[in-house]
C-alpha cells in the first residue's frame, strides 16, 4: 500500500507540443557552451595540464594567503594559485605547467621546504608531468567517443537506426552540454570529470533506452495514432518512472554532495548536473529526434 | 514469471548467503577480525591510496640512455676493428641511434663488409654512397635491450622500495617503458624519490696522478682518461675539485655482495665486501697501483679518492667521505640494491596524507549510508510493501557487490563509493520499471498474479537494453587512466550487474511468496 503519492496519475501531458521550444531552449543553451568554451574555455585541472598541486592543513594557526603567497613567488616556480578549500587552515597550492621540463617535480621539494617553518601537514600532493597529461587528454577523449560509439552500436542492433541517431544526437547534447557546463562556471575540469561525463553518458542513455523501447511497443500496438501521439503517450507511460529514477539517483548524489566531502565534490557536481540534462534530454531532445527523423514507417 | 523454479529459489539463496558471509569481514576492524575463529572468511575490500594514505608514482625508464650507451660501446668495438685492419676513417659519429662513418681507402671495402658481417646478426649496415658507411641496431635489438633493461629497472626498483621498508608496495611494468608503484602508508615520499633518483653505478677506479691541474681544466689529455668531478663542494660557491680517472683497470660496484653503514674514526663510513671475483681483481689493482689514488665514483661523480698505502687483499673496505649518518644508510642501501641500468624519471605523483585518507573514509561512508537510508525510505512511501520487497533485494545488492569487490580484490577509491552510491540509485530503477509496469497491467484490469506475470516480462527487455548501454560506458571508464577512476569503473560495472540480479530476481521471489500466502484480490500498488 503506498503511503505517499507525489506522482500524477493518468497524466496525459502534451509533451510534444512544447519540443519547439524545448528545441530553442536546448540549442540557446548550445550556443552559450559554445561561447563560454570558445572565450573562457575550460579551467584543465593538472591532470591534463601538468602541474602541481598541494593541499595542506595548518594545525595551529591561521596561514596569511598574502605573505604566503609572497613566499611562493620568491621561489621563482612559475605561476602559484592559492586558494582556501573548505575551512581557512585548508590550503591549496597549485603550480601550472609552464617549463614543460622535469624541473617542475623540484618545485615540490621547494614549496615544502618554503613551509617548513609553519606547522602543517600535507594532506595531498599531486604531480603530473607534462606527457602524462597529454596522455590523459588523449585516454579521455578516447574513453567518449568509444563509449558513444559501443551504445550507437548496441541500439542499432536492438532498435533501428533512428532510433540509434536519436540517442546519440540525445547522448552527444548531453555530453556536450556538461563540458559547457563546467566551462560557463569555469568548475575544474579533471580526469573525475571525464569519469562524470561517461557516467552521465550511461545515464542519460539508459533513461533514452526505456522511452523508446514504451515508443516501439506503443508503435506496435496502435496502428492508428498519429506518431507525434504516440510518443505523447509514451512518456506519460513512462513518466512516473522517469521521475521516480531520477529522483532517487539525485537522493543518493545530494546526500555524497553535502556530506561526502570536498574531494569529490566536483565529480558529484558534475552528476547531479547529468541526472537533471540526461532526463531533459531523453524527454525532448531522444522523443522529438523521432519525430523529426521520421521513425513512423507505417507511412512508408 | 509467476513460477519460481526449484533452481532460480537456489540460486537466490545460495547468492544471498555468500553476499552475507563475504561481505561480513568489511563491518569489523581487522584486530576484532583476528579473534574470530579461523574459518571465518577475514577478506576485506582493499582500500585504493586515496583512502588509505600513500604515494603512486609513475616512473619511465630512460631508454634511450641504455640504447646509447650500447651503441657507444659498439663504436668502441668498430673503432678497434677498423684499426686493426688498418682502414682509415674519418667523421665517426652518433646521432639518433645511427652511426656514421667516412671511410677513405676504397680498396679495402670488401674486407670491411667481411667484418662488419663476423660482428653480430643485430646490425645493420649501408652504403650511402661511395664512401659513407651507416651502422645501426636492428628493431628487435633495440627492443631487446629497451626491454631488458626495464626488466631490470623493475627489479633493482622493487629491491629499493624493500629495502626502504614499506608495507605491501605494489610494482608494476606498465606499458613499453613505465613503472608503477603503488606505496600504501608512504604519505611523503620525498626521500624515495631521491633514492629511485639515482641509478646508483658504482666504480672504483684509478687516479692519474700525471696530469696537471691546468691539463685538465683546459680538457687537453692525454687518451685513456676522463675527468670526472667531486660529489660535494667545499663550499656553495666553489667549483667542483676535477679529477683525471684512468679508464683502464675498473672495478665495478656489481661484484659487491654487501654493504653496511658503520663509523671510522667517528665518521659516518659505507663498509662494503666484494664477492670472490671483484676481491681478486680489488688485490690484484690495489697491489698495482701502491701509492697512487684511488677514486671511488657514483653516477659519474668522485665520492672521495683515497690513497692506496698497501694492497686490499681481504675483499673488504670502506667508502669514506664527509657524509652525514642518513647519506651513508642510504648510500649503503642504494649498493645493496644495485645500480639502475637507466635512469627514471617521475612521470607522475599522487600523494595522499593519513588525515584526508580518514576524512574521505569517514564522509565517504556517512554520506552512502544516508544516501542507502533516504532512498530506501523514499521506495518505502511510494510503493509500500512492494517498496519493503525492493529494499530488501535492495540491502542484498549491497551484500552482494561488497562481496565481490572483496573476493575480487577490487580496490576502493573514494569515487568507488560514490559508484556504490550511484548503482543504488540506479538499482531502484528495475524496481521501479516493474512496479511502475505492473500498475498499469492492473490499470488494465488483469488479476494480481497475471498483472505480475506480464509486468515483470514486459520490463525485463527493457531493463536488459538499458543497464547493457549503461554497461558499455562503465567499461569504458576501465580504460582510462590511474586509480581512482578506475576504482569508479569497477564499483559501477559490477553495481550494474548485482543491481540487475538482486532487482529481478530477488524481489521476484518475495513478491511470489507474498502472492501465495495472502493471496490477495487486488493490489493496491
Request: proline share 3%; glycine share 6%.
Amino acid at each position: 500500500m503506498p503511503i505517499l503519492n507525489i506522482f500524477p496519475r493518468n497524466t496525459d501531458y502534451k509533451f510534444m507540443r512544447l519540443r519547439k521550444i524545448a528545441i530553442f531552449f536546448s540549442i540557446s543553451l548550445f550556443i552559450i557552451s559554445f561561447i563560454s568554451i570558445f572565450i573562457q574555455g575550460l579551467n584543465f585541472g593538472i591532470d591534463f595540464t601538468g602541474g602541481v598541486l598541494i593541499e595542506l592543513r595548518s594545525k595551529n594557526e591561521i596561514i596569511n594567503l598574502t605573505d604566503l603567497r609572497g613566499n611562493l613567488n620568491k621561489l621563482n616556480i612559475g605561476e602559484v594559485q592559492l586558494q582556501t578549500i573548505g575551512s581557512d587552515n585548508d590550503i591549496a597550492i597549485r603550480v601550472q605547467k609552464d617549463s614543460g621540463d622535469d624541473k617542475q617535480l623540484d618545485s615540490i621539494k621547494k614549496i615544502k621546504n618554503a613551509l617548513s617553518n609553519i606547522e602543517i601537514e600535507f594532506r595531498r600532493t599531486e604531480y603530473v608531468g607534462p606527457k602524462v597529461g597529454k596522455e590523459l587528454i588523449r585516454a579521455g577523449l578516447i574513453a567518449i567517443l568509444f563509449s558513444l560509439l559501443g551504445i550507437l552500436a548496441y541500439i542499432w542492433l536492438r532498435f533501428e537506426w533512428h532510433f540509434a541517431l536519436g540517442a546519440i544526437i540525445a547522448l552527444i547534447h548531453d555530453v556536450f552540454l556538461t563540458i559547457g557546463f563546467f566551462s560557463i562556471f569555469q568548475f575544474e575540469f579533471n580526469l573525475a570529470t571525464v569519469a562524470a561525463v561517461l557516467t552521465i553518458a550511461g545515464y542519460s542513455i539508459n533513461d533514452t533506452v526505456v522511452i523508446y523501447d514504451r515508443i516501439r511497443e506503443t508503435l506496435r500496438k496502435y496502428k492508428e495514432a498519429p506518431f507525434e501521439e504516440i510518443i505523447n503517450l509514451s512518456l506519460n507511460r513512462t513518466l512516473s518512472r522517469t521521475l521516480m529514477t531520477s529522483l532517487t539517483t539525485l537522493l543518493a548524489l545530494l546526500a555524497l554532495f553535502i556530506f561526502g566531502g570536498n574531494v569529490i565534490s566536483g565529480f558529484i557536481i558534475a552528476l547531479i548536473w547529468g541526472v537533471i540534462i540526461g532526463t531533459y534530454s531523453s524527454l525532448y531532445i531522444a522523443s522529438p529526434a523521432l519525430l523529426i527523423l521520421n521513425v513512423d514507417q507505417r507511412k512508408r | 514469471m509467476v513460477q519460481f523454479k526449484k533452481w532460480q529459489t537456489f540460486i537466490v539463496i545460495l547468492f544471498g548467503i555468500l553476499g552475507f558471509i563475504f561481505s561480513i569481514p568489511n563491518f569489523f576492524k581487522s584486530e576484532t577480525l583476528n579473534n574470530f575463529p579461523n574459518f571465518f572468511p577475514k577478506k576485506q575490500i582493499v582500500l585504493g591510496l586515496d583512502l588509505q594514505g600513500g604515494s603512486y608514482l609513475l616512473l619511465e625508464v630512460d631508454t634511450n640512455s641504455v640504447i646509447n650507451d650500447n651503441l657507444n660501446n659498439f663504436m668502441d668495438e668498430v673503432r678497434l676493428m677498423l684499426r686493426k685492419n688498418k682502414i682509415s676513417y674519418s667523421r665517426f659519429n652518433l646521432e639518433e641511434k645511427i652511426i656514421t662513418l667516412q671511410i677513405k681507402n676504397q680498396n679495402k671495402k670488401d674486407l670491411l663488409e667481411k667484418k662488419l658481417k663476423k660482428f653480430s646478426n643485430d646490425i645493420e649496415y649501408k652504403f650511402i654512397d661511395d664512401n659513407t658507411l651507416t651502422l645501426n641496431f636492428t628493431d628487435q635489438k633495440l627492443f631487446s635491450i629497451q626491454d631488458t633493461a626495464v626488466l631490470q629497472s623493475v627489479e633493482v626498483v622493487r629491491r629499493r622500495v624493500d629495502e626502504f621498508g614499506t608495507k605491501e608496495p605494489t610494482i608494476q611494468r606498465q606499458g613499453v617503458k613505465r613503472i608503477l608503484l603503488e606505496l600504501p602508508g608512504i604519505t611523503d615520499p620525498e626521500r624515495l624519490k631521491k633514492l629511485l633518483g639515482k641509478t646508483a653505478k658504482l666504480s672504483f677506479q684509478v687516479v692519474d696522478e700525471d696530469i696537471t691541474s691546468s691539463e685538465l681544466k683546459s680538457g687537453k689529455h692525454k687518451p685513456g682518461i676522463v675527468v670526472l668531478p667531486s660529489d660535494k663542494l667545499v663550499d656553495e660557491n666553489s667549483e667542483p675539485i676535477l679529477y683525471a680517472i684512468k679508464k683502464r683497470d675498473t672495478i665495478s660496484g656489481d661484484l659487491l655482495i654487501n654493504a653496511s653503514p658503520s663509523l671510522d674514526r667517528n665518521s659516518p663510513v659505507v663498509s662494503f665486501q666484494f664477492n670472490s671475483k671483484g676481491g681478486r681483481k680489488f688485490g690484484n689493482i690495489t697491489k698495482k697501483y701502491v701509492g697512487s689514488r684511488i677514486a671511488i665514483i657514483l653516477d659519474n661523480k668522485v665520492i672521495s679518492a683515497p690513497n692506496i698505502r698497501e694492497p686490499i687483499t681481504g675483499g673488504r673496505g670502506i667508502i669514506t667521505g664527509q657524509f652525514t649518518f642518513q647519506e651513508v644508510t642510504d648510500l649503503a642501501m642504494l649498493l645493496r640494491a644495485g645500480a639502475l641500468p637507466a635512469p627514471l624519471n617521475i612521470l607522475e605523483e599522487r600523494s595522499v596524507g593519513p588525515s584526508l585518507g580518514t576524512d574521505s573514509i569517514q564522509s565517504g561512508k556517512f554520506a552512502s549510508i544516508l544516501g542507502f537510508i533516504l532512498i530506501i525510505i523514499f521506495m518505502y512511501l511510494i510503493y509500500g510493501t512492494f517498496g519493503i520487497f525492493a529494499n530488501i533485494a535492495l540491502i542484498f545488492n549491497l551484500l552482494i557487490l561488497l562481496s565481490i569487490l572483496t573476493l575480487i580484490q577490487a580496490t576502493l577509491t573514494l569515487p568507488g563509493i560514490a559508484g556504490i552510491v550511484l548503482t543504488i540509485g540506479m538499482a531502484v530503477d528495475a524496481n521501479v520499471l516493474i512496479f511502475e509496469r505492473i500498475k498499469e497491467e492492473i490499470k488494465l484490469g488483469l488479476s494480481p498474479i497475471a498483472s505480475v506475470d506480464i509486468g515483470y516480462k514486459q520490463a525485463l527487455k527493457t531493463i536488459i537494453d538499458a543497464n547493457v548501454t549503461t554497461l558499455i560506458a562503465a567499461v569504458m571508464l576501465f580504460g582510462l587512466g590511474s586509480g581512482p577512476v578506475k576504482g569508479f569503473a569497477v564499483t559501477l560495472s559490477f553495481g550494474i550487474i548485482t543491481s540487475m540480479f538482486t532487482a529481478i530476481m530477488f524481489t521476484r521471489i518475495l513478491i511470489i511468496i507474498w502472492l501465495k500466502k495472502t493471496n490477495p484480490k487486488v493490489i493496491n500498488l
